[in-house]
């Protein structure tokens, strides 16, 4: 375990002799890592606060994981539409169907739930009927909450202590899941008026 530390300290050091560099190679692993929607993002996102700060290291995860996610999203619809067309059209027209109203703030809505896999997410949203710009969007939007709370945590990892007693738990605290469920009230109530 102490070999992490160390392994930890000196991408440190090469980070803040090398800013610019790290964050491209930084952001070059991460892009791919989300590109494949793998687990253990939140690792990633910790990172990026720890190396860069908060708002640096938000920038640059949120942005591959926008990236990273819309490359997915976009081969899963290229899989389904061009080898299962009959499986794409029927769940496609369902979705569309029940969210046609209001697609965006569901997409916004989905990606602030925490617990499902990026993966299952972007799986999923692949099978809706919606442009690009708003995929990108609603991703920007919706992981915004998480994304910029766990790069604040990794930032205030300054010393080697404060990582060896750091758990998930610091993170996700109920404030946090509080303040995801007003927000996802709120698009709710929006939604509800968009109908009317």
Do not use: H
Not at 59 to 87: C, D, E, M, R
Not at 119 to 125: E, S, T, V
Not at 167 to 173: A, F, G
């Amino acid at each position: 375990m102490d070999q992490i530390f160390i392994i930890i300290n000196l991408i440190s050091s090469a980070t803040e002799n090398n800013f610019w560099l790290a964050i491209l190679v930084f952001a070059s692993i991460s892009l791919i890592y989300n590109s494949f929607c793998l687990p253990g993002n939140m690792l990633f996102i910790l990172f990026s606060g720890f190396l860069f700060g908060t708002y640096v290291g938000y920038l640059i995860s949120i942005l591959t994981i926008s990236l990273g996610s819309f490359n997915f999203f976009l081969i899963s619809k290229f899989v389904f539409y061009n080898f299962f067309p009959s499986f794409y059209k029927k769940y496609t027209f369902k979705i569309d169907s029940y969210i046609k109203n209001s697609k965006f703030e569901f997409l916004v809505i989905i990606r602030m739930i925490p617990g499902p896999p990026l993966m299952l997410q972007n799986f999923l949203l692949s099978l809706v009927n919606v442009s690009k710009l708003n995929f990108l969007f609603s991703t920007l939007l919706g992981l915004t909450p998480v994304t910029f709370i766990t790069s604040f945590f990794g930032s205030k990892l300054k010393t080697i202590t404060e990582i060896k007693n750091f758990k998930i738990n610091d993170v996700l605290t109920i404030d946090f899941f509080i303040f995801i469920l007003i927000i996802i009230l709120l698009i709710f109530v929006k939604i509800y008026f968009k109908k009317k």
